[in-house]
DNA sequence: ATGAAAGCGCTAACAT
DNA sequence: ATGTTAGCGCTTTCAT
């Protein structure tokens, strides 16, 4: 005790007005020479506040895990939550049932101020459970469910931009692999691609739409059907997609980008390196995880009205696959 | 209330033997009627158990966080914390200034009942202030430091086994791509296959050794640098390293495995994906995060002596880049 | 501006 | 075998 109650240490510890300035000093050097860290489990217990956030990662994202996609995202939300000096706990599904645990173990324990969800497929379980708990929480990207908070990329207006991209480079048989279409991201980036060609008076033929679920295997699997019907250029809904269809058009002896242009969507760390260096539209993955954090927050202390409807920004990185370098 | 006291619900819960079969079926009947879970924060104060565990990256393994390694060993530690009912927090540090914040953010606050640190490099300051702390914990890798946990790969065997493989196809300039020497598992897989070379009458040539960090830039570079000595093989000490490698190679037009035999590290989900598909020296990643949370649970529950030394075996993956498949 | 005291929801030691 | 009670270490009224 630095000649103080607890009550005052509390409040310098919480920054509470009502501290002569010259005790706040005071008990300020007391903490900084003795190291005292007040109890976290015990602040919880009084102040009904932990400091606590989940990243929930449901079960349909385990085969994608490995994808450099999560990494980022999960620099962008710890990077936020050190800003702000909150833990983040992880809660990655590795089996359906598993998910079943959310509830009980997960929000009913109360240990978390508010949770992160990312990768939903549309009408996700997860978000309906969590809507009943009401408990604070944020999407990374959309299950298409109104009046729930959200961060997500435009990615509809990314593959527009990527569609128009190959349309302008002359291409004529344009094909995509899409997404699955379970998922949010992968129908609007499918309705990108169809409005790009639509605005430009071409109507997309359905052979060339092939169905992918964002994994390197159904990229290399679509690109091979997609093969019979001779495209000249591909929109890829994922960088990781996109490594499959390079592998299957290398393994096709079709040259990138003279035979066929390839445009893919996220940019992901190792895009630049692929042979071709991948033309990519790219997604704020790190500042989306970031924002998510921070919307979070927002919800945790003011309230979950109105929901928080968050789209940001893609933009087109030009490197070698879509052919356009050797134009210019 | 069921018509019986706090504690004799708390007693159910625990699982203590003190209570009439008949009571404890009335009072788990109840809970599962009503859902209730107890109140984390009030068992942890109460308890002196949190049943959180902390993963610590730290600031050294920034630049590799997007290499798939840590999502496998993230779902391994995620897995044996579902398994065991406890919570998973993630603490990944972006600048060296957060590790700072480790020791009082982290350690002093009393939440986490174990630590699981990974990626250190040697006598890496991390360890030393864990080792101060004394909470539990068990590193992923070694460090190097006597008398501390961990759970590592036998990454000397795993080398020594690659290496001996390219000397057995009859290759006679066989260089390497190392890790970064400040790192352990870097020296042992270098000194695996070094002791390979010596034990066939060889010697090492320094002219054949070149060093990476583990990113694939640096296998690029490492590659580049090596191709003025004319190697007809090389062990690269890690996959993420292998891709860098193959592109060099590529770009030289070189032929893997014809002019030059390649064998990686890791066994990455994607390596057998690769152009050519990657023979690799597979390390159980997943399984380490498992075994190391468990490790860290029984020195939670039985304290911390004797230091847990673990070492797992890794196995040899042929596939096409080292040019054995085409001989059988 | 500060201290005293109640209480957050449990567990564990002590009675019975 | 079960109930009673005293904390766990804070935050937050309520006095002063």
């Given at each position: 005790?630095?000649?103080?109650?607890?009550?005052?240490?509390?409040?310098?510890?919480?920054?509470?007005?009502?501290?002569?300035?010259?005790?706040?000093?005071?008990?300020?050097?007391?903490?900084?020479?003795?190291?005292?860290?007040?109890?976290?489990?015990?602040?919880?217990?009084?102040?009904?506040?932990?400091?606590?956030?989940?990243?929930?990662?449901?079960?349909?994202?385990?085969?994608?895990?490995?994808?450099?996609?999560?990494?980022?995202?999960?620099?962008?939300?710890?990077?936020?939550?050190?800003?702000?000096?909150?833990?983040?706990?992880?809660?990655?599904?590795?089996?359906?049932?598993?998910?079943?645990?959310?509830?009980?173990?997960?929000?009913?324990?109360?240990?978390?101020?508010?949770?992160?969800?990312?990768?939903?497929?549309?009408?996700?379980?997860?978000?309906?459970?969590?809507?009943?708990?009401?408990?604070?929480?944020?999407?990374?990207?959309?299950?298409?469910?109104?009046?729930?908070?959200?961060?997500?990329?435009?990615?509809?207006?990314?593959?527009?931009?990527?569609?128009?991209?190959?349309?302008?480079?002359?291409?004529?048989?344009?094909?995509?692999?899409?997404?699955?279409?379970?998922?949010?991201?992968?129908?609007?980036?499918?309705?990108?691609?169809?409005?790009?060609?639509?605005?430009?008076?071409?109507?997309?033929?359905?052979?060339?739409?092939?169905?992918?679920?964002?994994?390197e295997a159904s990229?290399?699997?679509?690109?091979?059907?997609?093969?019979?019907?001779?495209?000249?250029?591909?929109?890829?809904?994922?960088?990781?997609?996109?490594?499959?269809?390079?592998?299957?058009?290398?393994?096709?002896?079709?040259?990138?980008?003279?035979?066929?242009?390839?445009?893919?969507?996220?940019?992901l760390p190792h895009?630049?390196?692929?042979?071709?260096?991948?033309?990519?539209?790219?997604?704020?993955?790190?500042?989306?995880?970031?924002?998510?954090?921070?919307?979070?927050?927002?919800?945790?202390?003011?309230?979950?009205?109105?929901?928080?409807?968050?789209?940001?920004?893609?933009?087109?990185?030009?490197?070698?696959?879509?052919?356009?370098?050797?134009?210019?």
């Open positions: 005790m630095a000649g103080v109650s607890s009550a005052t240490v509390s409040r310098v510890i919480n920054n509470h007005p009502n501290v002569r300035p010259e005790v706040r000093a005071r008990v300020q050097r007391i903490i900084a020479e003795t190291g005292y860290q007040p109890n976290a489990a015990a602040r919880t217990l009084a102040g009904q506040r932990s400091r606590i956030v989940g990243l929930v990662i449901p079960q349909t994202a385990h085969i994608l895990f490995t994808d450099p996609y999560f990494p980022r995202l999960i620099q962008g939300v710890t990077h936020a939550c050190q800003v702000h000096d909150f833990t983040l706990s992880l809660f990655l599904f590795h089996a359906v049932e598993d998910e079943a645990k959310l509830s009980t173990r997960i929000l009913k324990r109360q240990i978390l101020d508010g949770v992160i969800v990312t990768a939903t497929q549309i009408g996700d379980p997860l978000v309906r459970e969590m809507l009943a708990s009401d408990i604070p929480f944020v999407l990374i990207g959309q299950d298409g469910t109104e009046a729930v908070s959200f961060v997500d990329a435009d990615n509809e207006a990314g593959a527009y931009t990527a569609t128009s991209h190959l349309i302008r480079l002359g291409r004529k048989r344009i094909a995509t692999i899409t997404g699955p279409m379970n998922n949010l991201a992968g129908v609007n980036r499918l309705n990108g691609y169809r409005n790009a060609l639509r605005d430009r008076g071409r109507r997309a033929e359905e052979r060339l739409i092939a169905h992918g679920d964002f994994t990229g290399y699997a679509a690109m091979q059907q997609l093969l019979a019907h001779h495209p000249d250029a591909v929109f890829v809904a994922s960088d990781t997609m996109a490594v499959g269809a390079l592998r299957a058009l290398h393994s096709a002896g079709l040259r990138v980008p003279q035979d066929v242009a390839v445009v893919g969507f996220d940019d895009s630049g390196t692929f042979n071709p260096p991948l033309t990519t539209i790219r997604q704020p993955i790190k500042r989306a995880g970031m924002i998510a954090f921070e919307t979070l927050l927002d919800i945790v202390e003011h309230g979950l009205e109105p929901p928080r409807r968050i789209i940001l920004p893609t933009e087109l990185v030009i490197r070698q696959s879509c052919g356009a370098a050797a134009l210019s």
